[in-house]
């Protein structure tokens, strides 16, 4: 058995690696020795990755710029990876996250949401999931939100999505696990992302989120990364159908 945080040799396809909490989980795993695809549409962030990536593990870093709203082309992509073998790890983490009341979204906007966060899933799941069988080895790792726990507000059709994605985990866990794959999710709490700009007030939320949280501290890539490369390690072979909340104690189950 490798150490739980050797990764070594092992491919990890990874959604939404470029943004948010996605950028350092991302160096984390380069720094464990996996061989990271990175799966962003935004130009910016892939740039910043890649910069921010040491030149002693840039050749295990690629950097894919794809609108995962465009089924087609995100097959080919997927199909054009898996043509060097399989990928053990994947990591659906794309999403986006409109911010108004119910009522003010149209039909189409909430599809689109739908789109990003649980089809683009859906695509690489079935994608990757005949090499993950094959090998008899697989990690699945969706990651849903905090917002599950029903503490805000006009995000309907971003919690609707990460209410998919956890129960998909729970289906996918027992579906899968036959096959020696793990399927598990990481509910994040609330990190200073770019995701909390839709708040009018970043010092009153930040204070917002101290008051809830039992640790006294934000919550920061690292913490994230962490709980990640357990998930996806050796050591949490048997842990499978599990959300993981990483947010400081807010939530407690």
Known sequence: MTAPGDMSGRRVLYSGAAGGLGHGTTLALLRAGAEVYSIDHDHS???????????????????IEQDLTD?????????????SGAVDVLINNAAIYP???????????????QAVNVDAALVC?????????????????NVTSITLTGGWENLS???????????????????FGKWGITVNAI????????????HPDPEAYARFVL???????????????????????????????????????WSMN
């Open 45 to 63: 962030k892939n740039e910043c990755l890649r910069a921010d990536t040491p030149a002693e593990l840039a050749d295990r870093l690629h950097l």
């Open 187 to 198: 509910a994040p709490g609330a990190f200073p992302t770019d995701a909390e700009k839709i």
């Open 211 to 249: 008051e809830h949280q039992a640790v006294k501290r934000r919550g920061t890539p690292d913490d994230f990364a962490a709980a990640t490369l357990f998930l996806i390690s050796e050591s949490a072979g048997f842990i499978t159908g599990h959300s993981m909340a990483v947010d400081g104690g």
């Open 125 to 141: 799941t079935a994608e990757l999931l005949p090499g993950m069988r094959n090998q008899g080895w697989g990690r699945i790792v």
């Open 71 to 83: 089924t087609p082309a995100l097959r080919a992509t997927l199909q054009e990876i898996l043509r």
């Open 99 to 113: 911010s108004k009341p119910f009522d003010d979204y149209t039909l189409d906007e909430q599809r689109q949401v």
């Open 157 to 175: 059709p971003y919690v609707q999505s990460k209410g998919a994605l956890l129960g998909l985990t729970r289906a996918w866990a027992r579906e």
